[in-house]
Every structure is written in structure tokens, then in C-alpha cells.
């Protein structure tokens, strides 16, 4: 029997007039859990996340958090809650301790209490030599560890990450990704959205693929990569434009194929030994690349489509 | 003892402000000293000269009759403005609203620490006023104590109004246009520089209609220890609490439409 779920989601709907974000969705989170919602942008992601932040009302089914419902318990439940949104509300004008200090007085802290948790957080998400700057001239991956440590100022016992490290460089996504691997160590329950599947991969113990407001899918990284996706993925790349000409190479030598504007996959247990049955059938690819499945090729399995544009 | 969740929020206010507070002390300094110069001694001196003018005047300079306008009407300007592009910064550009949307804070914390932020602006704003005032002989009077609280209760009336449509908007085009059409007029014909008595019937009952009017009225009355009848006090101050009232309960509703959509 496993402990009560943080959230409890059945049948969750949000409808913005005649268009619905999201559709029917069902999932559970436990508590220590690193739970990913991954999709691409339209998906529903952020709508299911500001339903889960109690800051929209829900359209339709039941949602609990804490055992508690939104529509009557938003303040309680925001209380226990640490949210990353999208976009950076940091206040731009003031410091970075500034901006943790104040927002920790929306909480209620004591200002004693606020300033002595900012400083522990700014030590955290390694920022302690910013905390008298202006957020203003920091870069984007600082902000966002700026941001991370401000949602932990109320020390919550669930932590929203709405596309945490969409628009960082690689080396700021790394930063960041083991910063919240040390909070998922520490036993927080992380949610998180992202349309990177190796976001999805480093992070999540669970996650759904959500597609126009459903969810197509859930199990762990693992569970989803061998359920929908062979072992190994062989690119093959042919001159531009003429992908159509060179299908028939990639029938027939793996499990099955997909034809994309760039390239042409093939899903085989054995990329390698594809590879050589295509070379072998006169296949003059411009290049050639076999790899590990992702998340991706469990998206394109489930919607047909990538998951970034 | 915790503190009061719009207390908690003016904290905010004040941090941003500190930074800024000395400019924009400076300019409601120099802005009433040139007012004051240029319309209470410059033009007043003509309008003085003019047999009749003091009866139409209330009996007073026309220094005296201009310089409690300009309470009133610079809470009004500083209520607008403070309540137009920094509410919509707060909700689009800096996203703070947002930011406390996502803590315990409710719509309702928001706006009340907004009106209180704007009584706070608008208070200092009519202190300064009121201190340029007090350099100028015919209208230093101790009754400028209390037309302060009189201009803020003008400010709020039209603060609140002012960002309940703010807290509306997804794009800022309209603000201008506000200030232009809206504020200025107000400025020029609430009452402030001469008695509406002076315009035609029909601009003179949109000249009661508004708020400014009705501030005008209650600030003179308090700097010039003119007479005002009790009613007619309450029936000012009740005016304005209304539109500030009615502003409040209005943001406060759009900001939940807005902010927990």
C-alpha cells in the first residue's frame, strides 16, 4: 500500500472558453517522488501546473493536494507550495537577497527568519558573492538559481518547476539540473515540465507524455524507452530532398522507420547491424548514426511529431 | 503577532521605492514653487485687480483660491499615474503579481496593499504640497494639516478606478490617452483654477461629476477656513470614498480574473 498521493488528479480538465488545455487527465504523485509532465509547448504542461499551484480553478474532475482541495484550501495549499514559473518574476530592481527576503515575507516569515533562510538558499544554488547585486544584470541561468532559491524560501513540501532551464546554455542546465538533484536527494518532491527529453531522462523517477491536453503515456524513463522505442536508433542522413527515394533502404532492417524532414530513423534492437544491412542493399547515406533511444523517439512513437520544432 | 499579509506586501513597495524616492521628492517639490508662482503671483495679480473677483473667489486672493486646488489635483495626478503603468509593470513586465499569486497572498491582499501604497504616495506627494504652501503667506494656515488627508482621500479615488481598468489590460496603449483626455482636462477644468461657476451649464455638471471636484472643494474649504456646511463635507468625502471603494472592490475582482484565471 503506498503512502497518500501529494496530488491526486482525476479526470482534471482546464477549458479556456471553447478551447481545452487540458483533457481528462489522471495521475498521482507520492511523496520524495521526481514526477515530469513532458510534452511539446500547447501540450497542457503549464495549464496542469497552475491548476497544481492552486492559481487556476479547474474546469472539470478532482484534483487534491495534500489531501486538500484547491477551490477551498488555495491559501493553505499555496503555503506549503515552492513554485519556478516559466518566465523569471524576480523583481529586476532589487537585490537578489532583496527579492528572497520579500518573498519570504509573503509567507509570513519573521524578517529574521526570511534573512537567515536567504542566506542558507543564496549558499545552496551557489550565489552567496551575488546577494547584494540587482538581479537586472544577472544572466539567465543565475536568475533562475535565483528563482529556485526563492521557491524554497518556505522550506515546501512540494517543488513546481514549470520548463526550468528552457532558454539556459547546456552549461547552465547542467548547474541547475544537480542543484535539483540534490533536492530530490534531500527527499523534495519535485514537478516539473519540459519539453527536453533529457531534462525528462536526468530528473524525473516518473513521468506522463502529455499530447494536446492527454496524457499518451506514463511509466519511468526507462519503462517508456522499452515499451515504445527499440534498444538502439540508427540515423541515417541522405542528400536533402531526397529522403522519399532512399525509404525503401530502411525497410525491412529494423523493427520499423520514421521519415523525417531531415532524416530517416530506424528503430532497430541492433543499430549496427541495420546499418550494415543497409550499406549491404546499396545505401549511399551522407552520414550515419547509431544511438540509444530517448524520450524523443517515445514522442514521435505516441504523436508522430518531434518535441521541439 | 504576524503582520498583516498588505503590510507584508507594502515591504515591497518600499524597497523599490528607495531607490527612487529622492528624485521623484525633488520634482513634487518644484512643480507646486512653479505652479505657485507662476499662477497663485503671476496671474493672480491680474485676477486680484479685476473689482468682483474676490466675491466670485469666495472672498479670498487668488493665490488663495488656486493653492488648495493644486493639493487635490496633484493626489490625483500622482494616483493615476502610480496606479497605470506600475500596476501593469507588476502584472506584465516585472510579473510580481504573479510572484505573489503563487504564495499565500490572495487578490484581495494585493489590492489593499495597493490602496494603501497609493495613500502613502499621495500623502507625500499633498505633504510636499502642502509645504511649498506653507511659504506663501495668504495661504499658510494650520488647516493645510488636515486638507492632506482631503487630497489623499482624491488620489485614492481615482487610484483605484485607475487600476482596476490597469489590472484589465494586456497592452498599455490606452494609458496615454487616459492622462491626456482624462487627466489633464480634469486638471484644467475640476475646479482648480477657477469656479465652475465660470463655465457653461452642461461642462459644469461634468465638472461635479468628478471626483476632483468634490476634493477641490473639501481642500479649500480645510486651507482657507472657509465655511462648509456638514452635509455638504460628508457629501464630499462620501463621493470620494465611493469611487474609491467601488475602484477597490472592482481590482479586486479583476486582479482574481486576472491573476487566478
Redesign the interface.
Known amino acids: 500500500m503506498s503512502p497518500e498521493p501529494l496530488i491526486h488528479a482525476t479526470g482534471l480538465r482546464k477549458q479556456f472558453g471553447d478551447f481545452t488545455a487540458v483533457d481528462g487527465i489522471d495521475f498521482n504523485v507520492q511523496p520524495g517522488e521526481a514526477f515530469g509532465f513532458l510534452g511539446p509547448n500547447g501540450a497542457g504542461k503549464s495549464s496542469t501546473m497552475r491548476m497544481i499551484g492552486c492559481t487556476s480553478p479547474i474546469s472539470g474532475g478532482t484534483l487534491r493536494l495534500f489531501g486538500l482541495d484547491p477551490a477551498t484550501h488555495g491559501r493553505d495549499i499555496r503555503r506549503r507550495l515552492g513554485v519556478v514559473p516559466q518566465l523569471d518574476s524576480l523583481d529586476q530592481e532589487l537585490t537578489v537577497e532583496e527579492n528572497l527576503i520579500i518573498y519570504g515575507r509573503y509567507f509570513d516569515l519573521s524578517r529574521a527568519e526570511a534573512r537567515r533562510r536567504a542566506v542558507e538558499l543564496l549558499d545552496f544554488v551557489q550565489l552567496t558573492d551575488r546577494a547584494k547585486s540587482r538581479v537586472e544584470p544577472l544572466s539567465g541561468g543565475m536568475k533562475r538559481r535565483v528563482t529556485i532559491a526563492r521557491s524554497l524560501i518556505n522550506e515546501p513540501d512540494l517543488l513546481l518547476l514549470d520548463e526550468p532551464t528552457t532558454g539556459l546554455d547546456p552549461q547552465a542546465r547542467h548547474i541547475l539540473w544537480d542543484r535539483l538533484y540534490r533536492l530530490k536527494q534531500q527527499g523534495v518532491t519535485l514537478v516539473l515540465t519540459t519539453h527536453y527529453m533529457d531534462e525528462a531522462e536526468q530528473l524525473c523517477d516518473r513521468l506522463v507524455v502529455m499530447d494536446a491536453g492527454r496524457i499518451v503515456a506514463e511509466g519511468s524513463p526507462r519503462q517508456l524507452i522499452e515499451q515504445h522505442a527499440t534498444r538502439e536508433v540508427l540515423e541515417l542522413r541522405f542528400p536533402a530532398g531526397t529522403n522519399a527515394d532512399n525509404e525503401a533502404y530502411a525497410l525491412g532492417i529494423g523493427d520499423r522507420h520514421e521519415v523525417l524532414p531531415d532524416r530517416i530513423l530506424v528503430y532497430a534492437h541492433n543499430g549496427d547491424e541495420a546499418l550494415a544491412k543497409a550499406i549491404g542493399a546499396g545505401a549511399k547515406p551522407e552520414s550515419a548514426l547509431v544511438r540509444r533511444s530517448t524520450l524523443e523517439d517515445v514522442f514521435l512513437r505516441l504523436t508522430g511529431r518531434t518535441l521541439v520544432e | 503577532m504576524?503582520?498583516p499579509?498588505p503590510l507584508?506586501?507594502l515591504?515591497?513597495n518600499v524597497?523599490?521605492y528607495r531607490?527612487v524616492w529622492r528624485s521623484s521628492l525633488l520634482t513634487s517639490f518644484l512643480q507646486p514653487i512653479l505652479y505657485l508662482l507662476a499662477m497663485g503671483l503671476g496671474v493672480g495679480a491680474l485676477v486680484n485687480r479685476n473689482t468682483g473677483s474676490g466675491h466670485i473667489l469666495g472672498g479670498v486672493s487668488y493665490i488663495a483660491f488656486v493653492a488648495p486646488g493644486l493639493l487635490a489635483t496633484t493626489a490625483m495626478m500622482v494616483g493615476a499615474i502610480e496606479s497605470l503603468w506600475p500596476v501593469y509593470d507588476a502584472l506584465k513586465w516585472?510579473?510580481?503579481y504573479?510572484?505573489?499569486?503563487?504564495?499565500?497572498?490572495?487578490p484581495g491582499d494585493i489590492v489593499a496593499a495597493h490602496a494603501l501604497w497609493m495613500l502613502f504616495r499621495t500623502g507625500i506627494a499633498a505633504a510636499t504640497v502642502a509645504a511649498v504652501m506653507a511659504l506663501f503667506p495668504d495661504v499658510r494656515s494650520l488647516g493645510l494639516i488636515a486638507a492632506v488627508p482631503a487630497a489623499m482621500l482624491s488620489g485614492i479615488a481615482f487610484a483605484m478606478p485607475l487600476g482596476a481598468w490597469a489590472i484589465t489590460r494586456d497592452r498599455e496603449m490606452s494609458f496615454p490617452l487616459i492622462q491626456r483626455f482624462v487627466i489633464v482636462p480634469l486638471f484644467l477644468f475640476g475646479g482648480a483654477f477657477f469656479p465652475l461657476s465660470q463655465l457653461p451649464l452642461l461642462i459644469r455638471y461634468i465638472g461635479y461629476s468628478t471626483p476632483l471636484w468634490h476634493g477641490v472643494q473639501l481642500c479649500r474649504s480645510l486651507t482657507n477656513g472657509t465655511s462648509l456646511s456638514a452635509l455638504a463635507a460628508l457629501g464630499h468625502i462620501g463621493y470620494l470614498v465611493i469611487w474609491a471603494l467601488a475602484g477597490g472592490l472592482l481590482m479586486r475582482r479583476f486582479a482574481k480574473r486576472r491573476?487566478?484565471?
Open positions: 504576524s503582520t499579509a507584508r506586501i515591504e515591497w524597497a523599490v531607490r516585472g510579473r510580481q504573479e510572484a505573489m499569486s503563487a504564495t499565500p497572498l490572495e491573476l487566478f484565471a
